[in-house]
Protein backbone atom coordinates (compact mmCIF):
# COMPACT_ATOMS: atom_id res chain seq x y z
CA UNK A 1 0.00 0.00 0.00
CA UNK A 2 1.58 3.67 -1.22
CA UNK A 3 1.10 6.06 1.60
CA UNK A 4 -0.18 9.20 1.06
CA UNK A 5 2.15 12.61 1.47
CA UNK A 6 -0.60 13.94 4.05
CA UNK A 7 1.09 11.18 6.39
CA UNK A 8 3.52 10.01 5.46
CA UNK A 9 5.35 11.56 8.29
CA UNK A 10 2.32 10.96 10.88
CA UNK A 11 2.61 9.66 14.30
CA UNK A 12 3.26 5.29 14.09
CA UNK A 13 -0.13 3.37 13.53
CA UNK A 14 -0.69 0.47 15.79
CA UNK A 15 -3.95 -1.86 15.54
CA UNK A 16 -5.90 -2.72 18.33
CA UNK A 17 -8.92 -4.95 18.66
CA UNK A 18 -11.18 -4.23 20.94
CA UNK A 19 -12.43 -7.44 22.56
CA UNK A 20 -12.82 -7.06 26.26
CA UNK A 21 -17.08 -7.07 26.66
CA UNK A 22 -18.24 -9.52 28.10
CA UNK A 23 -20.77 -10.17 25.86
CA UNK A 24 -24.13 -9.89 28.16
CA UNK A 25 -26.60 -9.59 24.96
CA UNK A 26 -24.91 -11.95 22.91
CA UNK A 27 -25.47 -14.87 25.51
CA UNK A 28 -21.38 -15.83 24.55
CA UNK A 29 -18.03 -14.63 23.76
CA UNK A 30 -18.55 -12.31 20.81
CA UNK A 31 -14.90 -11.93 19.87
CA UNK A 32 -14.42 -15.83 19.88
CA UNK A 33 -17.39 -16.24 17.33
CA UNK A 34 -16.01 -17.46 14.05
CA UNK A 35 -17.41 -15.61 10.81
CA UNK A 36 -14.51 -15.83 8.67
CA UNK A 37 -13.01 -19.46 9.51
CA UNK A 38 -11.29 -18.24 12.75
CA UNK A 39 -12.40 -16.56 15.78
CA UNK A 40 -13.12 -12.97 14.77
CA UNK A 41 -10.54 -11.46 17.26
CA UNK A 42 -7.89 -13.21 15.55
CA UNK A 43 -9.38 -12.91 11.87
CA UNK A 44 -9.04 -8.93 12.31
CA UNK A 45 -6.01 -8.62 13.79
CA UNK A 46 -4.88 -10.81 10.90
CA UNK A 47 -6.43 -7.58 8.60
CA UNK A 48 -4.96 -5.12 10.62
CA UNK A 49 -1.39 -6.34 10.55
CA UNK A 50 -1.40 -5.87 7.08
CA UNK A 51 -1.52 -2.06 7.92
CA UNK A 52 -0.10 -1.45 11.12
CA UNK A 53 3.18 -1.85 12.74
CA UNK A 54 1.93 -3.32 15.63
CA UNK A 55 -1.62 -4.82 16.53
CA UNK A 56 -2.96 -5.94 19.85
CA UNK A 57 -5.65 -7.62 20.96
CA UNK A 58 -7.61 -5.68 24.02
CA UNK A 59 -8.79 -7.95 26.77
CA UNK A 60 -9.64 -7.98 30.06
CA UNK A 61 -7.93 -9.68 33.07
CA UNK A 62 -9.47 -12.96 32.92
CA UNK A 63 -9.13 -12.83 29.11
CA UNK A 64 -4.86 -13.07 29.62
CA UNK A 65 -4.54 -16.72 28.87
CA UNK A 66 -7.03 -17.41 26.04
CA UNK A 67 -4.70 -15.14 23.91
CA UNK A 68 -2.34 -17.55 22.14
CA UNK A 69 1.47 -16.32 22.16
CA UNK A 70 0.90 -15.66 18.20
CA UNK A 71 -0.82 -12.52 19.05
CA UNK A 72 0.03 -9.70 21.30
CA UNK A 73 -2.25 -8.62 24.00
CA UNK A 74 -3.29 -5.48 26.10
CA UNK A 75 -4.79 -6.47 29.16
CA UNK A 76 -7.17 -3.27 30.43
CA UNK A 77 -5.22 -0.64 32.48
CA UNK A 78 -8.63 1.45 32.90
CA UNK A 79 -11.21 -1.53 33.83
CA UNK A 80 -15.07 -0.86 33.84
CA UNK A 81 -15.21 1.40 31.36
CA UNK A 82 -16.05 -0.59 28.34
CA UNK A 83 -14.20 0.60 24.46
CA UNK A 84 -13.11 3.76 26.09
CA UNK A 85 -11.08 2.13 28.79
CA UNK A 86 -9.03 0.13 26.18
CA UNK A 87 -8.53 2.82 24.21
CA UNK A 88 -7.09 4.46 27.29
CA UNK A 89 -5.16 1.62 28.15
CA UNK A 90 -3.64 1.81 24.54
CA UNK A 91 -2.40 5.30 24.64
CA UNK A 92 -1.22 4.65 28.29
CA UNK A 93 1.56 1.79 26.73
CA UNK A 94 2.12 3.68 24.06
CA UNK A 95 0.98 7.48 23.43
CA UNK A 96 3.00 8.52 20.93
CA UNK A 97 1.60 6.76 18.46
CA UNK A 98 -1.61 6.54 16.82
CA UNK A 99 -4.53 3.73 17.38
CA UNK A 100 -6.81 2.26 14.64
CA UNK A 101 -9.45 0.61 17.12
CA UNK A 102 -11.58 -2.11 15.30
CA UNK A 103 -14.37 -3.63 17.29
CA UNK A 104 -14.53 -7.47 17.14
CA UNK A 105 -18.57 -6.93 17.12
CA UNK A 106 -18.13 -5.43 13.39
CA UNK A 107 -17.43 -8.88 11.58
CA UNK A 108 -18.80 -7.25 7.85
CA UNK A 109 -15.81 -5.04 8.22
CA UNK A 110 -13.45 -5.66 5.22
CA UNK A 111 -9.82 -4.77 3.48
CA UNK A 112 -11.77 -1.91 1.14
CA UNK A 113 -13.00 -0.43 4.96
CA UNK A 114 -9.71 -0.53 6.52
CA UNK A 115 -7.97 0.86 3.44
CA UNK A 116 -10.37 3.26 2.63
CA UNK A 117 -10.01 4.78 6.49
CA UNK A 118 -6.29 4.54 6.17
CA UNK A 119 -6.06 6.22 3.01
CA UNK A 120 -8.21 9.17 3.97
CA UNK A 121 -6.33 9.74 7.47
CA UNK A 122 -6.21 12.93 8.73
CA UNK A 123 -3.53 13.21 11.36
CA UNK A 124 -4.67 16.91 11.99
CA UNK A 125 -7.42 15.75 13.33
CA UNK A 126 -7.93 14.54 16.36
CA UNK A 127 -9.55 11.19 14.88
CA UNK A 128 -10.54 9.97 11.36
CA UNK A 129 -13.60 8.05 11.64
CA UNK A 130 -17.11 7.13 9.49
CA UNK A 131 -20.62 8.16 9.83
CA UNK A 132 -22.70 5.63 10.71
CA UNK A 133 -24.93 4.88 8.14
CA UNK A 134 -27.40 3.51 10.76
CA UNK A 135 -27.66 6.54 13.04
CA UNK A 136 -25.72 9.70 11.22
CA UNK A 137 -23.42 9.71 14.52
CA UNK A 138 -19.47 9.13 14.51
CA UNK A 139 -18.80 5.36 15.16
CA UNK A 140 -16.04 5.03 17.68
CA UNK A 141 -15.41 1.43 16.64
CA UNK A 142 -13.76 1.28 13.71
CA UNK A 143 -11.99 4.94 14.84
CA UNK A 144 -8.21 6.15 13.69
CA UNK A 145 -7.31 7.98 17.43
CA UNK A 146 -4.30 10.14 16.78
CA UNK A 147 -2.34 10.88 19.79
CA UNK A 148 -4.01 13.75 20.20
CA UNK A 149 -7.22 12.82 21.40
CA UNK A 150 -5.68 10.78 24.57
CA UNK A 151 -6.04 13.86 27.01
CA UNK A 152 -9.68 14.66 25.73
CA UNK A 153 -10.52 10.84 26.39
CA UNK A 154 -8.50 11.35 29.60
CA UNK A 155 -10.76 14.90 30.39
CA UNK A 156 -14.34 13.04 29.41
CA UNK A 157 -13.29 10.16 31.34
CA UNK A 158 -12.38 12.45 34.46
CA UNK A 159 -16.05 13.93 33.85
CA UNK A 160 -18.17 10.59 34.16
CA UNK A 161 -18.64 9.96 30.09
CA UNK A 162 -17.55 6.43 29.26
CA UNK A 163 -18.82 6.57 25.75
CA UNK A 164 -15.55 7.52 23.22
CA UNK A 165 -18.70 8.75 20.32
CA UNK A 166 -19.80 11.58 23.25
CA UNK A 167 -15.47 12.55 22.35
CA UNK A 168 -16.00 12.29 18.50
CA UNK A 169 -19.00 14.22 18.61
CA UNK A 170 -17.72 17.31 20.29
CA UNK A 171 -14.32 17.05 18.72
CA UNK A 172 -12.22 18.40 15.62
CA UNK A 173 -12.81 14.65 13.91
CA UNK A 174 -12.48 13.93 10.02
CA UNK A 175 -15.70 11.95 9.32
CA UNK A 176 -16.00 9.59 6.15
CA UNK A 177 -18.80 8.22 4.80
CA UNK A 178 -18.11 4.36 4.38
CA UNK A 179 -17.60 2.78 0.78
CA UNK A 180 -19.35 -0.49 2.28
CA UNK A 181 -22.58 0.52 5.24
CA UNK A 182 -22.86 -3.21 5.90
CA UNK A 183 -19.67 -2.91 7.17
CA UNK A 184 -21.06 -0.86 10.05
CA UNK A 185 -23.23 -3.47 11.57
CA UNK A 186 -22.94 -3.72 14.68
CA UNK A 187 -23.72 -7.25 16.28
CA UNK A 188 -24.30 -7.59 19.66
CA UNK A 189 -27.82 -10.05 19.76
CA UNK A 190 -28.51 -13.35 18.76
CA UNK A 191 -31.02 -11.24 16.03
CA UNK A 192 -27.98 -9.57 15.00
CA UNK A 193 -25.60 -12.57 14.25
CA UNK A 194 -28.68 -13.93 12.61
CA UNK A 195 -28.96 -10.60 10.29
CA UNK A 196 -24.85 -10.46 9.89
CA UNK A 197 -24.78 -13.66 8.54
CA UNK A 198 -27.54 -13.25 5.94
CA UNK A 199 -25.72 -11.01 4.51
CA UNK A 200 -22.02 -13.12 5.00
CA UNK A 201 -24.08 -16.43 3.73
CA UNK A 202 -23.10 -18.24 6.49
CA UNK A 203 -25.17 -19.31 9.25
CA UNK A 204 -24.38 -19.04 13.14
CA UNK A 205 -24.92 -20.90 16.33
CA UNK A 206 -25.15 -17.88 19.20
Not at 53 to 66: F, T
Not at 71 to 86: N, R, V
Not at 124 to 150: C, H, M, N, R
Request: glycine letters at 6%.
Amino acid sequence: MILKDSYKEAPILNGLILSGGKSVRMGRDKGAIQWHGKEQRYYMADLLKQFCADVYISCRQDQELQIPDTYQMLKDSFTGLGPLGAILSAFQYQPENTWLVVACDLPLVDKETITFLIENRNAASVATTYQSPFDGLPEPLITIWEPKSFPILLSYKEQGYRCPRKVLINSDITLLQPPNTNALLNVNTPEDAHKAGKIIGKTIMV
